[in-house]
Each structure stands twice: as C-alpha cells, then as structure tokens.
C-alpha cells in the first residue's frame, strides 16, 4: 500500500439471521484515494458500507479511523468524525429548500459563515442557482447532486457514496465524474457502484465483494484480468 | 430580505391585539387574556409537535409543572408573584426533560402511550397529595398574592397587558428559535430522522432539546394561567388539558408560529358561540378533531402555507 | 374477619374485575393486533354498551332477566354498528396512519361522551341483576350474580377464541392482519375485515359494560377507568397478543382486587401507570409477548 492509511476494517461481521451479509471483511482506505467497492447484487456491499458509516451495529470485528477505534461510535458521531453517508435511494428533505438542506450539513459542522459557505457547496455541484427552490420539486438528478453536495458540504475526510449515479443522464454522469474527481485528494471516496465504466473511469483501487466476503483487490487492471471476479460476474 | 415579511406579520399581530384592549369590549379582555395565555402553552406544544414531529399526549404534565409550581409556592410558601413564575417556568422544562429522558426511547404509538401514562400519573399524584393539593377542588390565590411587581394580575386590565407581554415574548421566542439554526435541525428531524442522524446529529438530545423548551413554554404559561386567574386545581392537569394544545395547533396549523394563537382563538370563540346554543361543547370539541385530522390536516395556516405563502414561518 | 376470608373476597373481587376487563382488554387487543389501530374511544364504547343496557332495561317490560338477556344482545350489537360506522366513515379515510387515527379517536370519545350526556344525563343509574342469588360461604355471602359474570365472560373470551382460531372469518381476520396488501391481492375483501374488527373489538367492551352494569350502575364518564385499565393490560401483556392479554389482565384484576382492598386506589393507580409507561420505554413487547412486529 502506498499511502497512509485511513481507515482500516478487520475481521468485519454482520450476518442477519443465516444470511451472512457481511463476513469477516479485511478492507483498507489510503488517505486521498478513490476506492470502489463492487460485487453482484446480494454480495454485502450496502450492510459493509452501513457498518463503515455505523447505521447498522457491527456483530464482530473492528474499525479504525486514522488510527482510533470507531467501532462502537454511533453513527452520527462518526459523521461529526468525518465520515459523511449518501444514500442509495436518495433522501433529501423534500419540503425544504435547496438551501436548507444543504445549511444543515454545513451548520452540522460548525461553519463560521453559514449562508457563504452553503453557496459555496452548492455551487460546487451547480445547483447554486435554485438555492430557494423546494427540494422535493427538483428533477432526480438534480436531487442526487444536492444528495451529493450534503455530503462535500459536511467536509469529509471520507466520502462514501452509495451507488450516485443510478438513474442518472449521460451528460449528468460525466458532470459528476468530475464532481468526485476535485474531492480528492482532500478526502478519500468510496463509491459503491454498478456502472463498470464509472468505476474502471475513477477508481485508483477497486474492492469486490462476494457472498459478503472480499473476492479480490487491487487496481482496476488488476481486476479486470481476475479470473475469480469474472467468474462472479459472468457466471463463468 | 423576505425574512422581514414574517417578522412584520408577527409585530402586526402583536399591535393588533394591543389595538383591541383599547377597542374590543371589556367582556373580551379576560377570554382574549386566557386565550393569550392558553396560546403560549400551545406554542410549546407546536415546537414539539409541529417543528420536531413529537406527537405528546401528555403534555398536561408540563403545564401543570408550571401551574402547581406557582400555586403551591404561593399558596404555601408565600413566594412572590415573581419567583412563582421563574419557578414554574423552570418546573415545566425539568419535568419535560426528566419525561423525555425516557419517552424518547419510544417513538411514533408508543411515545404517544408513554406521555399519556406519565401524565396520568402526575394529575393522579396531584390527587393523592390532596392534603397539599386540595385535589379537584383546587387551591384558590388569594388576590393579595398575584400582584407582579406593583401590578395587579386580578386586575382585568393589568391582567390582559400582562398576558399580552408573556405572549408577545414567547412568539417573538418562538420566531427567532425556529430561524435560527436548531430550528432548522428540528424541522429537519420531523422530516427525516435518519438523514438527520447522517448528517451528524443526534436525534435523542435534539428531541430533548425541543421537548425542554417545550416544557419551558408549557410551564410558563401554566404559571401565568394560575397567577392570572388565580386558580390552581387538578382538572387543569387532566388529559384533556393535553388534547388542547393538540386541538389549538392542529386547527391553527401544526409547524406555524401564529397557528397555535389562531387555533386557540377560534376554538375559544366557537365553544363559546357553542354553548350559548345548546351544553353540547364537548361534541364541537370531537366534532372539530375529527374533521380537521380528515379534511384539512395541515390546519388553516399550513394550508394557506401550501397555497402560496411560503414565507410564512 | 380474619385475614383468610378477607383476602378471598378480595380475590373473589379481583377476580370478577379481571373477568370484565379481560373482555374489554382483548377487545382493545383484537383492533390492535389486526388494524394496528389505538382505540381512544375503546372505553367509550364501553360507556356506551352500560348506557344502552340502561335503556333496554327502562323500555322493556317484564322481568329483570328477560330485559337483561335482551340487552346482552342488542347492546353489543348496536355499539358495534356504531363503530363498524365510524371505521368506515373517519378511519378508513385516514388510511389508518396511526397517528391521525389516534387524534381521530380522542374526537370520537368526546363526540360519544357528550352523546350520553345529553340523552342519558349525568347521573350514575342502576340496571336490576338478572337473578338475586347469593351464595352463602362460612364467612360471608357473596354475589352469585359476580360469579355469573365471571362464568359469561370467559364463555365469550373461549367464543372469540373459536372464531378467530377455527372460522372462515377469523382466517380473514389472521391474513390481513399478516399482510394487509397481500390479503387485498388474493381477494379479501379488507375493508370490510376491518370494519368487523372495529365492531368486535367495540362489541367486546360492550358485553363487557352490560355484565358490569348490575353491580356498578351506569354513567356517561364510566369509560375513563376500563380504558385506562385496558391499555395497562394490553400493554403489559404485549400489544396484539390475545394470549398476553389474558395473562395480564387476569393478574391486573387481581391485584387490583388485593391492592385496592389494602391500599388506597389512587396509589395502586399512579403506580400502575407509571409501570406501564415503563413497561413501554424498556419493554415494548410486553412483559410476556415475544417480539412486537
């Protein structure tokens, strides 16, 4: 590994009755890199990213963010910690403004300037002009963008984004390719991901999961020469 | 600013209501007082209700914190007008925050059940201390003890200014609490609670926190109530002293800051109007719950909210 | 009296108490566990079921027993249609989102209250016993009649049983109370399972109210005490569970008898609410349900 590590997962366990969702996970995040983290429907990756970010209690196992044990933090104090969620499906507080919504993320870590520091985040991800508009009557991808700026707007450490750009435009795609490519190195994303083009297009290291376990690691070359991962994903 | 325009609405109101001690007929002052009163009670309930989404049966407990608190210090202590009324209100936000320590590890049905079982475990308790209470019969303030510094509170027009002052302060409170930056959070909180957790907050004390400044206005005006009027007794901690407030804001608009006044003073007027025609003020009461749950759930000034005036807060 | 005897009349009370409001509690329970509907009004159905017998008793001439058996039937069945009335009316349109129905019922009680008020009147009235026999003990007499009621009470509870385990109906009742949706999808007809429940949840507290109603006389705010007990009982006992419901209502009404005969009623009650309250925040599955859903 080359850089420093800043988050290190070992022996990670989350089964829900017989199912093993996720199963004695190994996983390591450097500082500053983009890491997808893929596998086929059903392999663990939304419960691993859920114990990562502490919506879902770990069974057993540990993780440590830069060093300190965070495996017992809920799951709001891991964000005051620095790690910062977005949802798969997206939850934006629909009767609030643009504005709002993106305030509170800001306000959440104590921002000097409330009202400039929200436009700034906005306009990281081009929504700065509908700032007033009610989030619930923008069009979807533009509700995964302001998704998206809660989260920048929190000022992670760690980004971790849970499938962005389902759903979302060709043109809205390479947009937000760019987006998660000025996040670094700053902070570190993890992207959960389906769309092979995305992941092989950002990620520097790429995880897959499989049967709630790690099938391989490395880079996207790497990955995309393993037998074992074609085989998962190509049936053979 | 558009923020102005809400600030405006409300100093309007506040002029208003002055305007009609001189204009409305003395028969008015002392519902108006009352309503001013009762209104600042339902302001709490709507910062827990309307704002945070904390649907409370119980809180009766909270307003009789503040009532008993005054009363008894008063009627036996032969406290003053004044620390009765710090008393109460301090009372109202302990009690809530002692209530919400635990009924906040419930949510939804449950907490629903739990604030109207310790409720009713307060109004019992007030029973059972009949000796100090006096129990359903109540204590009455001697008119000597409600003088507030030099003002006379059985007095119908010091009383209805007095009322004016408490309610002019709680709204203008209110207004300010739900601008400012924990507004936003409590707000956030009713709409989405586990987004809310992702964005680094944490639901249980920021529910607290709401359901203590709920109890903080609850106590107030609970204290005021049995200053003013002079009257302490046990029906005012009942479960329909819980429903009220509920009523009031459902009516007025859950999550506006004028709709618990408006709800308060519609209702008022309309069990009024009521029982002038038949005893049957317990039916508009229920008749009023249920239509309102049915047909306009957001209440007449989340309505005109919805319809186009946005900017109100 | 010695202590003995005394403490077996006081079961004996309990008991008869525990009998009443395990017919009120499962009535409670059964629109819980099937609607997931928290019925404020369930005690003024009760009051409603107790007024009624009333005016059953004044209209009808003849012998006690008669109009008494005339109530047991009529009652019931009217309050019933009043509430199948108002499921349909109020609830349903609510879509049963908790909520909004739990205000709406605190509309409903109020509504039905001020109904007795104003047709009924706000005096406690007696309604005759059916029979007047006494069952003589070596240490005192004791009311055949309470012992009756004991009797009827667990008859219709072993009733509500059969229906719900061994009938078309009650299989209705189970599949909606799974999956409301998927019962829709295979043909139930949902609504009108729901409205059924209503009434025979309302139905319960009524027997409930007309077999009290000899011993305890009628009145417009009797409600207040069978609701607060039945949420006691149906909470302790785990919210939906008809098993639960019994167990625990059997043991409130017990200690109940034994507490209230010792200890002043309203200490017994504080902390009898505050148990439950408790109860709520540490154990929401009740202290003998399994898990609630």
Redesign the interface.
Known sequence: MAAVSLLEARGLTRHFGGLKAVDRVDFDLAEGEIHALIGPNGAGKTTFVSLL?G?VPVQSGSIRLKGRDITRM????R??AGI??T?QIT??????SVF?NV???V???GAAD?AADTMAALARVGLEARADQ?AGTLSYGHQRLLEVA?GLA?RPTLLILDEPTQGLALAEIAAFKDIVRAVVPGATVLLIEHNMDVVMDLAERITVLNFGTVLASGTPAEIRANRAVQTAYLGG | MRADRGLFLHLGVLAALLALHVLAPPYHHTNLARIMVLAVYAMGYNIAFGYTGLLSLGHALFFAAGLYAAGLLVYHAGAGAPVAMIAGVLAGGAVAVAVGLLALRTAGVAFMIVTLMFAQAGYLTILYFGAWTRGDEGIVIPRAARMLGGLDLSDDNTRYLVALGLFALALLGNLALVRSPFGRVMVAMRENEERSRMLGYNPFTVKLGALAISGLYAGLSGAAYGLMFGYVGASLASVQYSILPLLYVLLGGAGTVLGPLLGALVMFYLIDYASSLTDAHQFVTGAALVALVLFAPRGILGTLRARGLRWLP | MDFGPFLLLALMEGLVTAAVLALTASGLSLVFGIMRVVNVAHGAFFMLGAVLAWFVAEWLPGPPALAFAAALVFCPLVVGAIAAIADMAVLKRLNYEPEATIVATIGLLYILEQAALSLFGPDARPVEAPFSFRLQLPWFGYSGYKLAVVVAAALVLLGVWLILKHSRAGLLMRATQEDRDTARAFGINVDRVYAGVFAMGAGLAAIAAVLIVPISQAHYLMGGDPLLLSFIVVIIGGLGSLRGTLVAALLIGLSDGVISTFFAPTLAKIIATLVVALVLVFRPQGLFGKRAA
């Open positions: 970010s919506r809920p799951a709001h104090a964000v005051r910062a969620y949802f939850q934006v507080y629909g009767a609030l709002d305030a509170l993320a306000q959440s870590r409330l009610v809660m929190l």
